[in-house]
C-alpha cells in the first residue's frame, strides 16, 4: 500500500494507492490509480518529462500498461524505481473500457484488467532483446525493399523490351543493361557537347 500527497483545490490530501493503470504515449500520459478498497484516488495527467519523477515520489506499487510501443522501455525505468509493472496485450485491455475511448478511459481500463487473476502478461523485454528484435526486423524491411526494387526494375526494362531470367543471375543481367545503356547515354551527351560547347573530363 502507498501513502502519497498531491496537492489539490483542498490542500494536500493523503491518498494511500495500491494499483495504477497507465497509459502511454508520446508526449502525455494518463494516470489511474485505486486504493486497496478499490476506490479511485487519483487521475492525472502527466507529461513525459514528469512520468518519472511521479513514480519515483511513490513506494512501490502495482503499474499495469498495454504492452504497446515504449512500453518496455517504461517497465523497465519504472522496474528500477521499485515497482511492480506488468505488460498486458491491448486487446485483451479493450474488454475493460468501460465508456467513449480516450486516456482517462484507457487508464481506468488498465487499471482494472491488471488486477484480473485471468489476465495473460506479457514479459518485460530487456534493451539487448529489443535490439536483436530490430536487427531482424531492419533486414527484414531491407529485403522488402530490395525485392521492390528488383520488381520495379524488371517491370521498367520489360516495357523497353528488355527481359532477364528469375534469380541473382537475371538481376545481374539486367543491371549490366542499365550500365551499358547508360555509358552509351553519357557517351552521346558528351560527344553532342564537344561539338557544342564542351563536356567535361
Not at 488498465?110 to 539487448?128: G, H, L, N, Q, Y
Not at 532483446?129 to 520489360?158: E, K, P, S
Request: hydrophobic share 45%.
Amino acid at each position: 500500500m502507498v501513502i502519497v500527497a498531491i496537492e489539490s483545490h483542498q490542500g494536500a490530501l493523503h491518498m494511500q494507492i495500491s494499483t495504477i493503470g497507465l497509459d502511454i504515449a508520446k508526449n502525455v500520459f494518463q494516470v489511474h490509480g485505486i486504493d486497496a478498497a478499490e476506490k479511485v484516488v487519483v487521475r492525472k495527467r502527466l507529461r513525459r518529462r514528469q512520468v518519472l519523477e511521479f513514480f519515483k515520489a511513490l513506494p512501490p506499487c502495482l503499474i499495469g500498461m498495454e504492452a504497446c510501443a515504449t512500453a518496455h522501455y517504461w517497465a523497465r525505468e519504472l522496474t528500477k524505481l521499485g515497482h511492480e509493472v506488468r505488460l498486458m496485450p491491448a486487446k485483451d485491455v479493450k474488454a475493460y473500457v468501460k465508456r467513449n475511448k480516450n486516456d482517462a478511459a484507457d487508464a481506468e481500463a488498465i487499471c482494472e484488467a491488471v488486477r484480473r487473476p485471468t489476465m495473460r502478461f506479457v514479459r518485460i523485454k530487456s534493451a539487448e532483446q529489443q535490439g536483436q528484435l530490430m536487427q531482424h526486423r531492419t533486414r527484414d524491411v531491407l529485403i522488402r525493399q530490395r525485392t521492390q526494387i528488383i520488381n520495379a526494375l524488371r517491370a521498367h526494362l520489360a516495357e523497353l523490351g528488355f527481359v532477364a531470367a528469375q534469380g541473382s543471375a537475371g538481376v545481374n543481367e539486367l543491371r549490366a543493361i542499365v550500365t551499358e545503356r547508360t555509358g552509351h547515354a553519357v557517351a552521346d551527351r558528351c560527344t553532342g557537347q564537344r561539338h557544342g560547347a564542351g563536356c567535361a573530363a
